[in-house]
């Protein structure tokens, strides 16, 4: 009937620049306008605006020097372009002291050059000299003796002083034997003596010796090493008589047995067992062979059934021991640590001497069970071996009467059948051979933990388990190592067991030559021998004329050199001597402050000028050229003595005029228009072009003038909205909600502001009243007498419904919009 509509899906808002206005469903199409300026050469240029914003056009910037402090400022300028040029101060004079080559404005600072002697020590010091003036140096007035005669003779002087001291030649060294003390300048003339052995018989004569110094050496004939039996500590001539000692070992049981030795020095090497506990230990023995090597613990008691005789090492703890382990036996044995079924049973019995049934052979009381006198027949039939103790016959002993049963009573006059058959085996449970069915215990066998290898030096033959590890290799070989002089060649720290190979050396002096020559070493059969350590007696003197440097014992042959002064520059060298006596005179100047200063003078010879003091150092501040003394302490370094300066130098002593460096206040940002290189502390006035809007998307948060740049995107700012624009950061209420409307749907949106036609609806739910008009206008009736139907006369007309619906529709947009609105100001709140 034509009444059929049809969704058309596209863009259904006017505000859209592709609004469709056919479309009845929204299908995320819609392309919104974007303001903004779209002309690229501008400076708000905006690359995603699609329409041009007439709150904010295009904005083309001149470019110049905006800053008003500079010399340049144009005032037609908005955008900065780095030429801007700025006052810089300073003196402009080139011929000014203070002239600065980089200001470009004169601030009357000017110093005009005043050149001049600056040093107020000068007799020509000039107050106002800013500059050294090389045509008129510094002048010094200098006091001092003029007599170019006199001792004291300055020549730097210029103005006397009557401190001329006339001169006196003579000889100034006092050991001299012309000494002259009144002497104050030196004329060469000393003449010194010659110390040294004067008695032609010492062995240190000196012919040319004027003077004797005591150290004269005679000939005392001896033997001079330590190291003999006949050292003479008074010998100062060496004869050749020393006797020297053969120590070693005198032991001839020993390895190391040296027959030759004089004396023992307790180094025999007695080889054996050397573990005490060992059944082999040698208590003689110091040095181990191997003969005894470790065994394991075992017992070592041989009444114990499982004594081992191999054992070195008693364990108590491990023994065992068979017997009767029955407390109520007769042989009741307490040490036994397991029963060997050798229990002999007590004969029971009435112990009661005034009982009917008293038996005195009766080891036990059968439990208290005497009786008065009565009688017992003994018929057929009426006695039983092993009865009831209250049934046994008085005056009989019951127990065991077979002589083959393990238990066997001989005392016994009646069997009790309690016989046990004599069954023999270990009966130990802790054995490696028990057997359960055993009555009498014998041939136990036991495990024993060693090392079964046969190769080993431990080898255990008796052990049943070998151990890990625990096996020692035999490695033959040399195992005493004796001690020098007498040592073995081949001894072997390794071996565990002594081949008897071991090969002794004595290392003694064999040449015969030699201070220490044992004669009679060479050609002994039963020793070997090797020389060294050898000592010769000679002239140990490094200096004498016939030094042995083989010698390692003076003789007293020793010819000794003449001794003296060995210093050309000394006045009393000794052109003769070999060994300076320390007695060198050195003529000079003392003095260590006076230019003349000598440092190997030892004697003052007044030749010291009389000095100006002063600093003598060319790289101080104040160096005075004429100064002759004066120590590091007296010199100055000038500089800026201020603390506050930038260059303030601590180490400063005097303050030098221009020398500080001050803070300079200016803008020290290079990025910024007005940058000042010279400035050294920034002043807070960098003039930086920026955009200021704190809305903007190009907010420069150094910028502290706005140059027009800035870019504001209007637009929705609500993430969950359809609409959102991500980089709009001013919000203008264009946002828009897509989603189902219909409250009556499961998925129903309370945000959603545009029908999405995508409304979903629970089985169970109501129809939407829209769909189901029928529900709202003919409900059920309520009770059986309810009316009918209408007829079909008193139907509602199509078109009705067509009312109806138009008006639930708007009821949904009302809704819709008041939650929306309730939305707006939740997110404004």
């Not at 919104?32 to 300026?37: E, I, N, P, S, W």
């Not at 364990?315 to 029955?326: I, M, Q, V």
Request: glycine residues 8%; hydrophobic residues 35%; aromatic residues 8%.
């Amino acid at each position: 009937d034509g009444s059929c509509a049809f969704e058309v899906y596209g863009c259904v808002f006017s505000q859209a620049l592709n609004y469709n206005s056919e479309a009845t469903v929204y299908d995320g199409s819609c392309v919104f306008a974007v303001l903004g300026c779209q002309n690229s050469s501008a400076s708000n240029y905006r690359p995603d605006a699609n329409t041009d914003d007439p709150q904010n056009p295009c904005v083309f910037l001149v470019e110049g020097c905006v800053d008003t402090a500079a010399l340049n400022f144009d005032s037609e300028a908005q955008i900065l372009d780095d030429s801007c040029v700025y006052p810089v101060p300073g003196c402009l004079n080139a011929t000014a002291v203070n002239f600065n080559s980089a200001a470009n404005e004169d601030d009357g600072s000017c110093v005009e050059a005043r050149p001049g002697c600056e040093d107020p020590a000068a007799d020509n010091y000039d107050p106002l000299a800013n500059e050294p003036n090389p045509d008129a140096p510094c002048e010094y007035t200098v006091e001092g003796c003029t007599n170019s005669s006199a001792v004291n003779y300055n020549s730097l002087a210029t103005v006397p002083d009557d401190s001329c001291v006339p001169e006196i030649p003579g000889c100034m060294a006092s050991l001299a034997l012309n000494y002259r003390s009144s002497a104050n300048r030196d004329d060469g003339s000393c003449d010194f003596p010659t110390f040294g052995c004067t008695n032609s018989s010492a062995l240190n004569y000196l012919a040319d010796a004027t003077a004797d110094d005591g150290s004269c050496i005679f000939r005392v004939p001896g033997c001079t090493r330590p190291g003999a039996l006949n050292f003479d500590s008074e010998a100062t001539v060496d004869d050749g008589s020393c006797d020297f000692p053969l120590a070693g070992c005198t032991d001839a049981r020993a390895a190391n047995y040296l027959p030759i030795a004089t004396s023992d020095d307790g180094s025999c090497a007695t080889l054996g067992c050397t573990r005490p506990g060992a059944r082999d230990f040698d208590p003689e023995a110091n040095v181990y062979d191997g003969s005894c090597p470790p065994t394991p613990a075992g017992c070592t008691d041989p009444a114990a059934a499982n004594y081992a005789a191999w054992a070195d090492v008693s364990d108590a703890g491990l023994c065992r021991y068979g017997g009767c382990t029955d407390p109520l036996a007769v042989n009741f044995a307490p040490p036994a640590t397991f029963g060997d079924g050798s229990c002999v049973a007590p004969l029971l019995g009435c112990t009661n001497s005034s009982a009917a049934n008293y038996n005195p052979l009766a080891q036990r009381n059968d439990g208290g069970r005497c009786e008065p006198l009565r009688t017992f027949f003994l018929g057929e039939g009426e006695e039983s071996p092993g009865r009831a103790l209250s049934e046994r016959a008085p005056g009989l002993l019951y127990g065991c009467t077979d002589p083959s049963a393990v238990n066997f009573q001989p005392l016994a006059t009646a069997d009790d059948d309690s016989c046990v058959a004599l069954v023999l085996g270990c009966m130990d449970t802790e054995a490696l051979n028990h057997d359960p069915a055993a009555t009498r215990s014998e041939g136990c066998e036991y495990e024993v933990v060693g090392c079964d290898d046969a190769a080993a030096l431990n080898f255990l033959r008796q052990a049943t388990r070998g151990c890990a590890d625990c096996c020692l290799p035999r490695v033959p070989g040399c195992m005493a190592r004796g001690a020098p002089p007498y040592e073995a060649s081949n001894f072997e720290p390794e071996a565990t067991v002594d081949d008897g190979s071991c090969s002794f050396v004595l290392s003694a002096c064999l040449d015969p030559l030699a201070a220490n020559h044992i004669p009679g070493l060479s050609g002994i059969a039963a020793v070997t021998t090797t020389s060294s350590g050898c000592e010769y007696a000679g002239c140990t003197n490094p200096d004498a004329a016939n030094h042995d440097p083989r010698a390692t014992a003076e003789d007293g042959s020793c010819e000794r050199p003449p001794r003296g002064c060995t210093q050309p520059a000394a006045a009393n060298f000794v052109p003769a001597a070999r060994l300076d006596d320390g007695s060198c005179v050195v003529i000079g100047c003392t003095d260590p402050a006076r230019k003349e200063f000598r440092p190997q003078a030892t004697v003052d010879d007044g030749t010291c000028s009389w000095s100006v003091l002063g600093c003598r150092s060319p790289s101080a501040d104040n160096y005075l050229p004429a100064a002759t003394a004066g120590g590091p302490e007296l010199c100055a370094e000038a500089g800026c003595t201020h603390a506050v300066a930038l260059n303030y130098d601590p180490a400063a002593d005097l303050y030098m005029e221009g020398a500080c460096e001050w803070a300079r206040g200016g803008c020290t940002a290079s990025h910024a228009l007005n940058y000042l290189a010279s400035a050294t502390v920034d002043d807070g006035s960098c003039y930086v072009l920026g955009c200021t809007d704190l809305l903007a998307n190009n907010y420069a948060d150094n910028a502290t003038a706005n140059d027009g740049s800035c870019l504001i995107y209007r637009g929705c700012t609500e993430d969950r909205a359809d609409n959102f624009n991500p980089i709009a950061r001013v919000d203008d209420d264009s946002c828009l909600f897509v989603g189902c409307t219909d409250s009556y749907a499961s998925n129903y949106d309370v945000l959603a502001t545009i029908r999405s036609g995508r409304c979903e609806y629970a089985d169970t739910a109501p129809a939407p009243p829209l769909l189901s008009p029928p529900l709202l206008l003919s409900p059920p009736p309520e009770s059986p007498d309810a009316a009918p139907p209408p007829s079909s006369s008193q139907r509602v007309p199509r078109w009705a419904w067509g009312l109806v619906g138009a008006a639930v529709v708007c009821l949904c947009c009302v809704l819709g919009g008041l939650a929306y609105a309730r939305h707006r100001r939740r997110r404004a709140r």
